[in-house]
C-alpha cells in the first residue's frame, strides 16, 4: 500500500508527525532500560522504525488501513519479532495491564483520547514510563506544579506516582495535515503505582471549580466540621485555592477525611 494513498482520517484523531528531528528527539530521551515498548497510534511508522531500531516493539493500531500498511512495511521486523501489531481499539483490549511484561509507552497519541490513555497507563503496574506526545495545553496539565495555573487534578495524579517533565515542544508544523494547536513530548518516570480511586474522586470534587476556594468546593461533598478540623491541623488558610496545594497536602487531607 501507498503510503501518499493514506489519507488522514479525523474521526481517529490523525496528525502524522513528520519532523526527523522531533522523532529523533523522543527516542533520545527514552529511558535506559529493557523494557519492551507500546506504541499507541503508529500512525504511518515514522516513529515505529526509530524504535525497532532500539527495542521489540508492541504496537496498537486502530484503522485498518494503516495496519495493512504497517504489515507490509513492516514485514521483516514483524518476522524477526521486533514489531507485533495489534489491529483494533487498544482501549476495549487494556484490562487492569494491556501486556504482561514491564513496558514503556512511546508514542505520538491520538489528540482525542489521549489523557484517557495516560491514565490507564499510570494505573498500570506494568507501565513503568510514558513518553508521549500530546496537546501542549494537556502536557502542561500533567507536568505542572503547585501554584500554576495548569496544576490540577491530573497533576497531583502524576507526581503520585512519579516524576515528569516536558521534553520538547512542537509547532503544527511537525505534522501532516498540520493540528490547529501547539503540541509537546513529555516524559513521566513512574516509582509508585497508582491504585486510589478513592483519593482521585476528592481530587476530583477539590478541582471542580477551579477558582473557588478549595474549602468552598470540597464542602459539596465533605461534612464542614471535618473539614476545618483537617484544615486547622494541616495549617491550611481557608481561602487556599485548589492549584496552591500541594500533592502531599491532598494525600494528608484525604487521610483525615477517610
Not at 51 to 79: G, M, P, R
Not at 136 to 143: P, R, W
Not at 243 to 257: A, E, M, W
Amino acid at each position: 500500500m501507498n503510503t501518499k494513498a493514506i489519507v488522514a482520517k479525523k474521526r481517529y484523531g490523525q496528525n502524522f508527525l513528520k519532523d526527523q528531528s522531533v522523532l529523533r528527539k523522543i527516542v533520545e530521551a527514552m529511558p535506559k532500560n529493557d523494557h519492551k515498548i507500546v506504541e499507541i497510534g503508529p500512525g504511518l511508522g515514522d516513529l515505529t522504525k526509530y524504535l525497532v531500531d532500539v527495542k521489540s516493539v508492541e504496537a496498537f493500531e486502530v484503522d485498518t488501513d494503516l495496519c495493512k500498511l504497517l504489515q507490509s512495511k513492516f514485514k521483516e521486523e514483524i518476522v524477526t519479532k521486533r514489531l507485533h501489531i495489534n489491529c483494533g481499539d487498544v482501549l476495549k483490549a487494556w484490562k487492569s495491564e494491556l501486556i504482561d511484561k514491564p513496558y514503556d509507552l512511546v508514542a505520538n497519541l491520538p489528540y482525542y483520547i489521549a489523557t484517557n490513555i495516560i491514565l490507564k497507563a499510570l494505573a498500570d503496574p506494568m507501565c513503568k514510563n510514558i513518553l508521549v506526545m500530546v496537546q501542549l495545553e494537556v502536557a502542561e496539565k500533567f507536568c505542572a506544579n503547585e501554584g500554576e495555573k495548569a496544576f490540577g487534578s491530573l497533576s497531583v495524579i502524576t507526581q503520585s506516582v512519579g516524576d515528569a517533565r516536558i521534553v520538547v515542544q512542537v509547532p503544527p508544523t511537525a505534522f501532516e495535515p498540520p493540528p490547529k494547536i501547539d503540541s509537546a513530548v513529555f516524559l513521566i518516570k513512574k516509582n509508585r503505582d497508582r491504585d486510589d480511586e478513592d483519593f482521585e474522586g476528592l481530587l476530583r470534587v477539590a478541582f471542580k471549580q477551579p477558582r473557588k476556594t478549595l474549602m468552598k468546593n470540597l464542602s459539596q461533598t465533605y461534612k464542614k466540621d471535618a473539614l476545618l478540623e483537617a484544615f486547622l491541623e494541616l495549617s491550611l488558610s481557608q481561602t487556599v485555592r485548589p492549584h496552591q496545594v500541594s500533592t502531599d497536602y491532598y494525600h494528608q487531607l484525604y487521610k483525615k477525611l477517610i
